[in-house]
């Protein structure tokens, strides 16, 4: 099996006149639990519905385990799927979904979702429908996990949630991905979850792919930079400016470099992962070339 999960290049889809996705070049790796961030209307949702073969006509190239999305039924066989909204059946009560998922999928893992039920404290008896919103996507990803996939699509499934069932149903993900190879693609708005169970990020942005890479990397190369106000054309070579904020007398950069910078007029601080999204979301933002300037009073 090719160490790539889902590649693709120059993707592209567009509604009437506004495009969803544009150009976009990924090449998620094997093994990875991926963070996908953005705002709304950047396009995470049509790139994860182009993945599963929701959205069959595109532009440019997308393969998924090696192949077009929802090619055959082996294909899929090997994805699992948890929407927003934790879709199941509201009038099956909890062994038929069981029972239902374990009809529909060959490589069930029956041994799992008996025991991640039991500790979640479900009655088998019970209908989906009474269920509490963090009860039915918790039973959702452990239904999707149950099937044992190569690959696991998530698209903001703590949305609806409360602190306490979001942490829990991040606990089982994080549990189920040390314990697995399979690869996990997660898209969230709250970027102090993903910085929780993820090692690798892509943010998106206005259709556009912003940035891809592992999380320890994106960590390494980013950084705050503190210094008495001075235009970033006077920043050393080599250090690419993010976001750029300047009061009457300071300025703040946000950059990315990949060698150490070496300025004594200058104060380097670390960045957290939610730091260096929100630079990007806010230069993309911008819808300028050049990144954004912000005049601080």
């Known amino acids: 099996m090719s160490n790539v999960v889902i590649e693709a290049k120059n993707l592209s889809k567009k509604y009437k006149k506004k495009y969803a996705l544009t150009d976009c070049n990924i090449s998620i790796p094997q093994g990875?639990?991926?963070?996908?961030?953005?705002?709304?209307?950047?396009?995470?949702?049509?790139?994860?519905?182009?993945?599963?073969?929701?959205?069959?006509?595109?532009?440019?190239?997308?393969?998924?385990?090696?192949?077009?999305?929802?090619?055959?039924?082996?294909?899929?066989?090997?994805?699992?799927?948890?929407?927003?909204?934790?879709?199941?059946?509201?009038?099956f009560d909890v062994r038929d979904s069981l029972n239902f998922g374990k009809w529909l999928n060959p490589s069930w893992d029956e041994s799992l979702i008996s025991d991640r039920v039991e500790r979640l404290g479900i009655t088998l008896r019970q209908k989906v429908g009474s269920l509490s919103g963090g009860e039915r996507a918790q039973l959702a990803l452990a239904l999707a996990v149950a099937k044992n996939p190569e690959l696991l699509i998530l698209d903001e499934p703590t949305a609806s949630l409360d602190p306490l069932a979001r942490m829990s149903f991040l606990q089982f993900l994080m549990e189920d991905a040390a314990s697995h190879s399979r690869t996990v693609l997660i898209s969230s708005h709250l970027v102090s979850d993903l910085e929780r169970v993820c090692d690798y990020i892509i943010i998106l942005v206005a259709s556009k792919v912003q940035l891809a890479l592992p999380v320890d990397e994106v960590l390494a190369t980013h950084k705050r930079l503190i210094c008495k106000k001075r235009p970033a054309s006077s920043l050393p070579t080599g250090v690419e400016v993010i976001e750029e904020k300047h009061s009457t007398s300071q300025s703040i950069f946000i950059v990315r470099s990949e060698d150490k910078i070496w300025d004594p007029e200058v104060i380097v601080e670390p960045l957290d992962l939610e730091d260096v999204v929100l630079a990007y979301m806010g230069s993309a933002e911008s819808n300028k070339k050049n990144p954004i300037v912000k005049e601080v009073l």
């Open 32 to 91: 990875r639990v991926v963070g996908l961030v953005g705002p709304n209307g950047a396009g995470k949702s049509t790139l994860m519905q182009i993945a599963l073969g929701l959205i069959p006509t595109y532009m440019g190239e997308i393969n998924v385990l090696g192949s077009i999305p929802a090619q055959d039924a082996s294909q899929l066989a090997k994805i699992g799927f948890v929407g927003q909204d934790a879709p199941l059946y509201s009038q």
